[in-house]
T-cell receptor, first 115, second 115 residues
Framework: DADVTQTPRNRITKTGKRIMLECSQT?????MYWYRQDPGLGLRLIYY???????NKGEISDGYSVSRQAQAKFSLSLESAIPNQTALYFC??????????????FGPGTRLTVL | DAKTTQPPSMDCAEGRAANLPCNHS???????VYWYRQIHSQGPQYIIH???NNETNEMASLIITEDRKSSTLILPHATLRDTAVYYC????????????????FGTGTQLKVEL
């Protein structure tokens, strides 16, 4: 079984709809992240959480919100989806006890299309 | 975090070594060099990281120049499955509440391994 899972894997929705993307991990990591990727571009950080009670905005948080329901779950919501939020979304995790490694483990991605 | 510069694309023959360069002339003393790769629309995968010394693992080798202003990722025997976008990322490892674990992805190098 995959260590970091994302649901749904693909989603097509209409402008104005509320959408939730979910991420679950079995790695026991305390830190979780949401990134988006647009065609031909690198990943950009939306939100990150260092533990259940800690939520931080990334570089492109406008139009998004998150919820850390448990250490293993981190959800990303689009309250009112718009077409320029069409992108590939990745969840990632890391372990704060990893010292210099700080390796991030990524999920398989969710392809979101907003019509 | 220091900015990195990578060539947009490279080709390599299967079985040969792939040498991917990265410039990070503004790197500071506590910043590590990380390499990730992303195989077509999959989640990025950690490859290797280093500070000053050269590093090797089962996937690749990382050569960092003495002045630390540039580095090279070496895939010793590239295969078709190594075709991917390779990201060089420079960041510190202080675990700050404000976001010491953020990875800043640029556009990377598209490596194409051919027969």
């Amino acid at each position: 079984d995959a260590d970091v899972t994302q649901t749904p894997r693909n989603r097509i929705t209409k402008t104005g709809k509320r959408i939730m993307l979910e991420c679950s991990q079995t790695k026991g990591h305390d830190r979780m992240y949401w990134y988006r990727q647009d065609p031909g571009l690198g990943l950009r950080l939306i939100y990150y959480s260092f533990d259940v009670k800690d939520i931080n905005k990334g570089e492109i948080s406008d139009g998004y919100s998150v919820s850390r329901q448990a250490q293993a779950k981190f959800s990303l919501s689009l309250e009112s989806a718009i077409p320029n939020q069409t992108a590939l979304y990745f969840c990632a995790t890391s372990d704060s006890s990893g010292g210099a490694g700080n390796e991030q483990f990524f999920g398989p991605g969710t392809r979101l299309t907003v019509l | 975090d220091a900015k990195t510069t990578q060539p947009p694309s490279m080709d390599c023959a299967e079985g040969r070594a792939a040498n991917l360069p990265c410039n990070h002339s503004t790197i500071s003393g506590n910043e590590y060099v990380y390499w990730y790769r992303q195989i077509h629309s999959q989640g990025p995968q950690y490859i290797i990281h280093g500070l000053k010394n050269n590093e090797t693992n089962e996937m690749a080798s990382l050569i960092i120049t003495e002045d630390r202003k540039s580095s090279t990722l070496i895939l010793p025997h590239a295969t078709l499955r190594d075709t991917a976008v390779y990201y060089c990322i420079v960041r510190g490892t202080r675990l700050l509440t404000g976001g010491g674990n953020k990875l800043t992805f640029g556009t990377g190098t598209q490596l194409k391994v051919e027969l």
